[in-house]
């Protein structure tokens, strides 16, 4: 079963890049690779998926290698707004149940 | 608007009492879950849907039932709440993409 790992906290400062990377190990070929976004008090918000290669749309992109075994969250120039809980989630495909597996989250602070 | 909601927000029982959180969804999603949020845990999966009549158990569903007799709704149940319950409970649908609810925190005395 696929379980994930990444960094429990990481610090930055407002317009630098921030590239959070989560290991997933025993991802089948049709498994997705989903990351969210967690502010406190609130249900976990989508931010980017990706199956392979790289993802991008307005907010992040998602690199992923060739052999899946891990994934890149990059967030460029980053706010102050986006100090939050990020984490990614491997999700099982359907013919495997959907179940979904979360990582411990990577909790990022962003100083001015 | 699109939207998970959950119902209670916030609530206090004691052990033993049998308590239900209610789940909805407006999106005629097939998926539907429900999560626990701890520190230092993160998010565990409770139970899922794949569809109507059909649940499965996550990696913690000891201590819960749901149930989901129609698509729009997934209520979760605990029968006899015990303190280790204690905790941030998030429903969601959708396999992809995941729509979160706004939480229900569970306090069991």
């Known amino acids: 079963l696929a379980k994930t790992t990444q960094p429990i906290s990481m610090d930055s400062y407002e317009g630098q890049e921030v590239n959070i990377t989560c290991s997933h190990n025993n991802i089948a070929t049709n498994d997705y690779i989903t990351w969210y976004q967690q502010f406190p008090s609130q249900g976990p918000r989508f931010i980017i998926q990706g199956y392979k290669t790289k993802v991008t749309n307005e907010v992040a992109s998602l690199f992923i290698p060739a052999d899946r075994k891990s994934s890149t969250l990059s967030l460029p120039r980053v706010s102050l707004s986006d100090t939050a809980v990020y984490y990614c989630?491997?999700?099982?495909?359907?013919?495997?149940?959907?179940?979904?597996?979360f990582g411990q989250g990577t909790e990022l602070s962003v100083k001015p | 608007e699109a939207q998970v909601t959950q119902n209670p927000r916030y609530l206090i029982t004691v052990t033993g009492k049998k308590l239900t959180v209610t789940c909805s969804q407006n999106m005629n999603h097939e998926y539907m879950s429900w999560y626990r949020q701890d520190p230092g845990l993160g998010l565990r999966q409770i139970y899922y849907?794949?569809?109507?009549?059909?649940?499965d158990k996550g990696d913690v569903p000891e201590g819960y039932k749901v149930s989901r007799k129609e698509k729009r709704n997934f209520p979760l149940i605990l029968e006899s709440p015990s303190p280790n319950q204690t905790s941030l409970y998030f429903c969601?649908?959708?396999?992809?993409?995941?729509?979160f609810g706004p939480g229900t925190r569970l306090l069991v005395l």
């Open positions: 849907s794949m569809n109507v009549e059909v649940t």
């Open positions: 969601a649908s959708s396999l992809q993409s995941q729509y």
């Open positions: 989630l491997v999700s099982l495909g359907e013919d495997q149940g959907g179940k979904l597996i």
